[in-house]
C-alpha cells in the first residue's frame, strides 16, 4: 500500500521558518509527481506547490511563491517544504500528496496524514 506520512509540523512566530517532510513508501517514489495541499481550519482544501518526478519542474501558488520552495530526494523517497517568512494565514494542515503521473497535470491518487503548521506570536 501506498503510504505517505508528512511530519515537520508547528508552531513557529511570524517570520519564522519550518521545513515539512514527506516520507513515502510502498510506491516507486521517483516515477510520480507530488504536491502540498494545506487545509485552512473551516476552509477548503487549497494547492500549495506541485513538483515534477525528477524534481526539475515545480510551480508554486502565488501566496507562497518567494517563500516556499519544494523539493524531492528520489533516492531518500522524501518530499519537503521549505517554508519561509511565515504568517499567521500560512496556519493549516498540511498534506502531502501524490500525482498518478510523472506529471502534476496528471490526478492526484493519494494522500498522507496533515501535519499541522501554526504561526503565532
Known amino acids: 500500500d501506498v503510504q505517505l506520512q508528512a511530519s515537520g509540523g508547528g508552531l513557529v512566530q511570524p517570520g519564522g521558518s519550518l521545513r515539512l517532510s514527506c516520507a513515502a513508501s510502498g510506491v516507486t517514489f521517483g516515477d510520480f509527481a507530488m504536491s502540498w495541499v494545506r487545509q485552512v481550519p473551516g476552509k477548503d482544501f487549497e494547492l500549495v506547490s506541485q513538483?515534477?518526478?525528477?524534481?526539475?519542474?515545480?510551480k508554486h501558488q502565488p501566496f507562497v511563491k518567494g517563500r516556499f520552495t519544494v523539493s524531492r530526494d528520489n533516492v531518500k523517497n522524501m518530499l519537503y517544504l521549505q517554508m519561509t517568512n511565515l504568517q499567521s494565514e500560512d496556519t493549516a494542515v498540511y498534506y502531502c500528496?501524490?500525482?498518478?503521473?510523472?506529471?502534476?497535470?496528471?490526478?492526484?491518487?493519494?494522500w498522507g496524514q496533515g501535519t499541522l503548521v501554526t504561526v503565532s506570536s
Open positions: 513538483i515534477n518526478d525528477r524534481g526539475d519542474d515545480t
Open positions: 500528496t501524490k500525482y498518478s503521473g510523472s506529471s502534476y497535470y496528471t490526478l492526484r491518487d493519494y
